[in-house]
T-cell receptor, first 114, second 111 residues
Framework: NAGVTQTPKFRVLKTGQSMTLLCAQD?????MYWYRQDPGMGLRLIHY???????AKGEVPDGYNVSRLKKQNFLLGLESAAPSQTSVYFCASRYRGLMNTEAFFGQGTRLTVV | GIQVEQSPPDLILQEGANSTLRCNFS?????LQWFHQNPWGQLINLFY???GTKQNGRLSATTVATERYSLLYISSSQTTDSGVYFCAVGNSGGGADGLTFGKGTHLIIQP
């Protein structure tokens, strides 16, 4: 049981390049999330998904797209990377319950855009 | 949206000391989690505690939802306790809304 796994762990991009971050969870959770963490800050929500084929915007969605084609995977795409997107990206998942439920996080992806 | 404030922002202690970290939030919540971010950047779940008190070894947490605060207690600190402690809250009921994080408390335990 690996929990939440992110790929890759590190990446350096040039301005204007594109890339996709992959998040995979093996806990059969319905809800999945992408956050970013900037220096000295807590995490901020980029996009989230309530289930296969559905996505929604979070607090800081601009410059990112997401897709959830399979329940266990949540992809975060950067179409044209900018230096402002240099950050550490975290994926999280939790199951759907009558009340709020505990979220579990991946190990993070450190992205540098030069 | 909901605001989360953590205090103190920084804390330096000697090994063996006890500490209390505080998290204040601006609205009612039905989800509150404490995380430890270790020096390698990994987020480790400490407590899922929307209300009440829990203990896990040297760590314990209390959330008083009606007064909108939570406390994390660390006793007999060890150098491995160093890192950033985050409080994160949610108030979406059964919905899918994500967590709102505070800026964290940076804890340094010196040998």
């Amino acid at each position: 049981n690996a929990g939440v796994t992110q790929t890759p762990k590190f990446r350096v991009l040039k301005t204007g390049q594109s890339m996709t971050l992959l998040c995979a969870q093996d806990m059969n959770h319905e809800y999945m999330y992408w956050y970013r963490q900037d220096p000295g800050m807590g995490l901020r929500l980029i996009h989230y998904s309530v289930g296969e084929g559905t996505t929604a915007k979070g607090e800081v969605p601009d410059g990112y797209n997401v897709s959830r084609l399979k329940k266990q995977n949540f992809l975060l795409g950067l179409e044209s990377a900018a230096p402002s997107q240099t950050s550490v990206y975290f994926c999280a998942s939790r199951y759907r319950g009558l009340m709020n439920t505990e979220a579990f996080f991946g190990q993070g992806t450190r992205l540098t855009v030069v | 949206g909901i605001q989360v404030e953590q205090s103190p922002p920084d804390l330096i202690l000697q090994e063996g000391a006890n500490s209390t970290l505080r998290c204040n939030f601006s609205d009612s919540v039905n989800n509150l989690q404490w995380f430890h971010q270790n020096p390698w950047g990994q987020l480790i779940n400490l407590f899922y505690i929307p209300s009440g008190t829990k203990q896990n070894g040297r760590l314990s947490a209390t959330t008083v939802a009606t007064e909108r605060y939570s406390l994390l207690y660390i006793s007999s600190s060890q150098t491995t306790d160093s890192g950033v402690y985050f409080c994160a809250v949610g108030n979406s009921g059964g919905g899918a809304d994500g967590l709102t994080f505070g800026k964290g408390t940076h804890l340094i335990i010196q040998p």
